[in-house]
């Protein structure tokens, strides 16, 4: 059988198809769970919030089964400026028009007022929600069972699946839900095709996701990154990146720099190490800090940057 031919795609009756959101409060683990799904890093991870900031397409294709398009949201939170605004703006539309919502939460008790929020929003959308119990590798049976117990107190979901998105624990069993509910019919995307993030959009995140990591916690917030060049070398398997972290104050500036480049140097090196495993070639990393002032405030800023409130 020809997976990627168009007869597969078109005449196949038996294979499903459609997209599948992922919603849920900062840090529950959204992106780490799309990312072993998918078997690699599309969406970038640390234990800050607002981590992920934009819709990230993940499509994942199956030949026995079909095609889920994955939807990653920024964690839903309360919007403290025009960033957080798009951000929640984003989650709200990425609900819109989907055929299946994963809701994920923590297995904590008592459940979180924001959870309760979010229910009463999901309680208002006529498809299927599957409430996806992360990190249940933290917990003891008995504590797994009492939060079960209490989620599935709050509204009748479509499916319940616990599981771990580090270990995999679990996750084969929400596929298996996750197709099961999805109509039948053609594929959106090619086969080979596995994101709608380009090189650079994926450069960017990779260097702020090292950022996040070395950087104290009231900065990160505060950064966005551009890449202004990204050139491959002729006849030779090197790219060079020029890349700027921007944030918004000029003190933030000397932290991200760090004592002699310090700072700057590490966030770079291990950048580095990252995309050059993802592109699969030398990397040339160049990144420079700049200062904008209340970026996150600017709406041309914001724009410039890729953050705009009518993403479909």
């Not at 959204?30 to 397409?57: D, E, V």
């Not at 839900?177 to 650079?200: H, K, S």
């Amino acid at each position: 059988m020809d997976f990627t031919s168009d007869l597969l795609m078109t005449q196949n009756n038996n294979l499903k198809s459609g997209f599948v959101t992922m919603v849920g409060r900062p840090n529950v683990g959204k992106s780490t769970l799309l990312n072993y799904i998918m078997g690699q890093k599309l969406a970038i991870t640390s234990n800050k919030p607002q981590t992920t900031r934009k819709k990230i397409r993940a499509v994942l294709t199956e030949e026995e089964k079909g095609q889920i398009v994955f939807l990653d949201t920024p964690g839903i939170h309360k919007s403290k400026s025009k960033l957080g605004n798009y951000m929640s703006q984003i989650v709200k539309n990425a609900v819109a028009d989907v055929d299946v919502v994963i809701w994920l939460v923590e297995p904590k008790l008592p459940i979180h007022k924001e959870d309760k929020e979010i229910v009463k929003a999901l309680e208002n959308i006529d498809k299927p929600v599957i409430l996806g119990v992360n990190k249940i590798d933290m917990v003891k049976k008995d504590v797994l069972k009492d939060v079960l117990d209490a989620y599935q107190n709050l509204a009748p979901f479509a499916d319940v699946y616990p599981f771990s998105a580090r270990s995999g624990k679990g996750i084969q069993q929400l596929m298996d839900a996750i197709f099961d509910r999805l109509p039948y019919g053609p594929f959106y995307y090619d086969p080979e095709e596995y994101t709608d993030q380009t090189e650079r959009q994926l450069v960017c995140e990779i260097i702020r996701e090292k950022s996040l990591h070395a950087l104290r916690d009231e900065i990160p917030h505060g950064i966005a990154v551009t890449v202004e060049s990204m050139k491959e070398r002729k006849n030779k398997p090197i790219v060079d990146i020029e890349a700027t972290i921007i944030c918004e104050k000029d003190s933030h500036k000397g932290i991200i720099i760090g004592k002699g480049g310090a700072m700057l140097k590490k966030i770079g090196s291990n950048a580095r190490f990252e995309i050059e495993r993802m592109l699969d070639m030398k990397a040339n990393l160049q990144i420079h800090v700049k200062v904008k002032k209340d970026w996150r405030d600017n709406i041309g800023v914001l724009k410039s940057l890729g953050y705009t409130e009518d993403e479909e």
